[in-house]
């Protein structure tokens, strides 16, 4: 998908313009390849759900998962920064 993204911003733009498209491209892609992985192992970290996994001498053993509560938060983080860059994106004239 990445190689056909810059293949369509290379073919859609101005020879003038072509090194600032594909420059914001990669800052923005390079930008969310740093910053998901990070925020979304937070999430994960610290909204976790223990989960029983077995018994070891009557004593149950917890296995803790990350929780729904992760997996949302996340998503939403994800909906609110695409609607937020897809306002930008309409705001740009040059």
């Known amino acids: 998908m990445t190689v ?3 293949t369509l911003l290379i073919s ?3 020879r003038e313009k072509m ?3 594909t420059g914001t491209n ?3 892609r390079l930008m969310g390849n ?3 992985p990070v925020i979304a ?5 610290t909204y976790r759900t223990p989960l029983l996994t077995y018994y070891l001498n009557g004593m149950p053993i917890f296995y803790e998962v990350p929780g729904k509560e992760s997996f949302v ?14 306002i930008m994106s309409t ?3 040059r």
Do not use: P, Q, Y
């Open 4 to 6: 056909t993204r810059i």
């Open 12 to 14: 859609s733009a101005s």
């Open 19 to 21: 090194a600032t498209m």
């Open 26 to 28: 990669t800052a923005m």
């Open 34 to 36: 740093t910053l998901g």
């Open 41 to 45: 192992g937070s999430l994960e970290t």
């Open 73 to 86: 938060l996340s998503f939403v983080i994800a909906a609110i920064t695409a609607f937020i860059v897809m």
């Open 91 to 93: 705001k740009v004239t």
